[in-house]
């Protein structure tokens, strides 16, 4: 499956962060795609501190492949955000596929996945991964579960990417 597939690394440039996230996902609202709220507030944390060291909501984005935790990142920053909400809702929170050939100054990526059967869904597409990694012009920060993530060979070789 890596076979042909180039990271895009190393970026001395661009500064790439893992944010380990121990939590479980769980089906949306919608009884068609995924959520998970621990990672969202993990989002949410480092959006306010970007705003605190004055990044404006048109510097970040947001991206995630899963429609349930786009919704629910949007809704829960304007409901619980430690700043205005305004900030929140002036950033961009799409999908993968919908930022493709776009970037920002900083990309938060929202993975979801955690689960006891490592099951990872559309994280284990490779063109997918790849646009995920590419839209950030000066840092990108990973969420995610690595225990769960580590067990696919695609991330397995990002995961090890970062530990080096």
């Known amino acids: 499956m890596l076979e042909g597939f180039k990271f895009p690394w190393p970026q001395q440039d661009k500064p790439m962060f893992f944010y380990h996230s121990v939590s479980s996902e769980e089906i ?5 795609s995924f959520l998970n ?17 004055g990044l404006r909501p048109d510097q970040i984005g947001i991206i995630t492949p899963y ?11 304007a409901r619980h955000g430690q700043l205005d909400a305004q900030f929140y ?22 993975c979801v996945r955690s689960n ?4 990872i869904g559309f994280l284990n597409d490779p063109r997918r991964l790849n646009v995920a ?9 990973i ?13 397995n070789n990002l995961l090890n990417e970062y530990k080096n």
């Open 28 to 32: 949306s609202a919608s009884g068609t």
């Open 143 to 155: 969420f995610g579960n690595a225990k769960v993530l580590s067990k696919h060979n695609l991330w």
């Open 116 to 119: 006891e059967a490592s099951g």
């Open 37 to 53: 709220r621990k990672e969202t507030e993990n989002v949410e944390q480092v959006v306010s501190a970007f705003f605190n060291a």
């Open 89 to 110: 809702k002036e950033i961009e929170v799409a999908s993968v596929d919908s930022f493709q050939g776009r970037e920002k100054d900083f990309i938060l990526f929202s």
């Open 67 to 77: 429609e349930g935790q786009r919704a629910f990142v949007m809704n829960y920053m």
């Open 133 to 141: 990694l590419t839209r950030a012009k000066f840092g990108l920060i």
